[in-house]
């Protein structure tokens, strides 16, 4: 069973410093989101005492170490993490889930790609609403999405006649207002194999957190 932890101390320092190697989205939640407020904590398995296992180094050996299987518990927490990206787009009538990707727009790989993207300058980013996702797209991007650092944010627009389309290239105005109305955000940690999740305080956490199963 997973169990929440907070980590606000130590887990802040590596969040900061995982979105300074992001791309123009993470430069703009530096910029205006308040990161130094809000709350942040990790899933572990609750057998586990504390969350204090380096956020740079693996914890499928740690899963291992407390008599727990490893691989089944990375997939446990995939899981319950794409569900609760879901459930936030369901639950969301002016929702967005943002995924950083690799690649730029000409290139084949992203021409090719099925899922919703938007461009913003030279960089891509993979994207559901509230109208378009599906669980299994919303896994789907998590796959392909950029890895060291992993980011993807759970955020809004203004309004429902407000709406990005797929292929669009926003403009700043745009990304720097998904920045701002920002709730929270899910950062890849222990060496891409669990994450750290960091959200406003005046979100309604419980409405969209991680189920344990």
Known sequence: ??????????????????????NSYAQALLETTRIQGGQIYTYLPSILQSAKAKFQDGI?????????????????LQSACSTMLYQYLSNNENGYVIFERIGRPKSPIIQK????????????????????ASLST??????????YPLIMGLTSLTDPSIEVSPRETI????????????????????????????SKLSANIESFAIKPK
């Open 1 to 22: 069973m997973l169990k929440r932890f907070k980590v606000d101390s130590f887990g802040r320092k590596y969040l900061l410093g995982e979105l300074r190697k992001g």
């Open 60 to 76: 499928l050996t740690l899963y291992d170490s407390v008599g727990m299987s490893g691989e089944d518990l990375y997939h446990q």
């Open 113 to 132: 790609e099925r899922n919703p993207y938007f461009v913003f300058r030279d960089e891509v980013y993979l994207f559901h609403s509230h109208n378009s």
């Open 138 to 147: 919303v896994e789907e991007c998590m796959r392909k999405s950029r890895r």
């Open 171 to 198: 403009d700043l105005r745009t990304l720097t207002m998904f920045a701002e109305r920002t709730e929270m955000l899910v950062v890849g940690a222990y060496d891409d194999e669990g994450y750290i999740l960091w």
